[in-house]
Nanobody, 118 residues
Framework: QVQLVESGGGLLQSGGSLRLSCTAS????????MNWYRQAPGQQRELVAG???????NYADSVKGRATISRDNAKNSVYLQMDKLTPEDTAVYYC????????????WGQGTQVTVSS
């Protein structure tokens, strides 16, 4: 059974930084893409950043230049570092992994709240 456990987040100040961690268990994740999504109140869940199984990252325009996603396959973990936070970054952040081999499947973490005060 695949489980994703997120950590980090909390109440942060505008201009500050966050570092989120997600550790997966229950499978081998070298063939999975690993992602961070977020959902603000009243908004749809959106992709913040992703890193594919080859280690190539991609970022939403809203965080490009101030976010870094990384993965450690030996630890089955994915990390999100984000700087220059603004109140618009306030959301629940979700870890997501997606298997790239057949059959495709995706798993989600329980989410971690990030609140940025102005």
């Amino acid at each position: 059974q695949v489980q994703l456990v997120e950590s980090g987040g909390g109440l942060l100040q505008s201009g500050g930084s966050l570092r989120l961690s997600c550790t997966a268990s229950g499978s081998t994740f070298t063939t999975y893409d690993m992602n961070w999504y977020r959902q603000a109140p009243g908004q749809q869940r959106e992709l913040v950043a992703g890193v594919n199984r080859f280690g190539s990252p991609n970022y939403a325009d809203s965080v490009k230049g101030r976010a870094t996603i990384s993965r450690d396959n030996a630890k089955n973990s994915v990390y999100l570092q984000m700087d220059k936070l603004t109140p618009e970054d306030t959301a629940v952040y979700y870890c997501n992994v997606q298997r790239t081999t057949y059959p495709p499947v995706a798993y989600w973490g329980q989410g971690t709240q990030v609140t940025v005060s102005s």
